[in-house]
């Protein structure tokens, strides 16, 4: 939010668990709490938690991650559904999950919701790159 340029690239080394989401999204917001869960449950593990939200304007992204203290990567995505990453991941509809191995590379596009069974996924990447 500090209107930092930061690159999937960056945080090579850890697997990506990336949430893309949009304010008016109640899927998406219903997530949230789940996702708060499993940051503070994998908080001393190899992996980086990515929000990136999809509102048309930056204003209501601000306000709801300033409103409910959202912590972490907190990404917006210029140009909504026309963005590089909704173009780069074919995103057609939200909330939605991917994950990305520690190279970068994808693992799952279409990933578990925190509030589903992703940590099974979490939990067979991270003891092969942890080993």
């Known amino acids: 939010m500090e209107g930092q340029d ?3 690239s960056d945080l090579k080394g850890s697997l990506v668990y990336i949430d893309i989401w949009a304010t008016w999204c109640g899927p998406c917001i219903d997530e949230h709490p789940h996702w708060d869960e499993l940051k503070l449950e994998y ?3 190899r992996v980086a938690f ?3 939200s999809i509102d048309e304007t930056r204003e209501p992204w601000e306000k709801m991650v300033k409103a409910k203290k959202m912590d972490g990567y907190q990404w917006f995505a210029e140009n909504a559904w026309k963005s590089d990453l909704t173009l780069h991941f074919m995103v057609n509809s939200i909330p939605r999950f991917i994950l990305l191995d520690e190279a970068g590379k994808i693992i799952d596009p279409s990933a ?3 509030s589903g069974m992703i940590r099974e996924s979490l939990d067979k990447y991270l ?3 942890e080993g």
């Open 50 to 52: 990515l929000t990136v």
């Open 127 to 129: 003891a092969k790159i």
């Open 43 to 45: 908080a001393d593990k």
């Open 6 to 8: 930061v690159k999937l």
């Open 112 to 114: 578990g919701r925190p």
